[in-house]
């Protein structure tokens, strides 16, 4: 699909609600697919604490795939991972604080954003993601650097209180590197967490996720 017409952008910092309203916007708006970028990372940080097949793959653009096939891993449009003998929902495994650690780390490499990047644009090229309406795409920097050319740009963002709480609730503890994540995701060499140019900016520290997810409906519906 090299026409990212139908493509909407969320980025922001950590605990900002990216996942949960993007997943949310997708029932509403219907026939739309999502991608969490922050998951590959999280899926290159599982397999090079576990796995490390990418390693041994080398840098060819197909590597990612090859890496996930090999895992047995399969990623599916709800952002969830199952194991593709099974069909077991294994997305938890990649939550956690090594993993969070390891893909922030693997973030900050020109290399893998390239890897990811790449995989996200061929991706949406594949079979049933070209029947979406909408393709909702999450991450650090989708609308400023992956897709400029995105259909819609949003930018999510809350109080740090209300982001560590978030974090917090959903994996204990995991709030409490927040600030330094901030600080890594804004100061790295390679795709710093930027607002998107035109971008639809929404602070979503008093907003439960319905009220969130009006907005963006109205800025699609009419943009």
């Known amino acids: 699909m090299k026409d990212h017409s139908r493509i909407i952008s969320i980025d922001g ?36 604490l576990y796995g490390k097949i990418l390693a041994s793959l080398g840098g060819s653009e197909n590597a990612l795939a090859q890496m996930m096939n090999m895992n047995g891993w399969s990623l599916l449009d709800t952002m969830e991972i199952v194991g593709k003998n099974d069909s077991k929902n294994i997305t938890s495994d990649f939550y956690g604080e090594v993993c969070d650690k390891k893909s922030s780390e693997i973030a900050k490499d020109k290399k893998n954003r390239f890897l990811v990047s790449g995989f996200i644009k061929n991706l949406i090229t594949c079979d049933g993601w070209c029947d979406y309406d909408y393709i909702i795409i999450e991450g650090r920097d989708i609308g400023s650097v992956v897709f400029p050319d995105a259909g819609w740009k949003v930018y999510l963002d809350a109080s740090l209180e209300q982001r560590v709480e978030r974090r917090n609730l959903e994996i204990r503890g995991a709030g409490d590197g927040i600030l330094e994540r901030d600080n890594k995701d804004k100061t790295r060499k390679n795709n710093p967490l930027v607002v998107p140019d035109g971008a639809f900016c929404i602070d979503s520290t008093l907003l439960e996720v319905r009220e969130v997810v009006s907005l963006i409906c109205n800025y699609v519906e009419k943009s």
């Open 13 to 48: 910092p950590a605990g900002s609600g990216k996942t949960t309203v993007s997943k949310s916007l997708a029932r509403a708006l219907g026939n739309s697919g999502c991608i969490s970028s922050g998951l590959i990372y999280r899926m290159i940080a599982h397999d090079a």
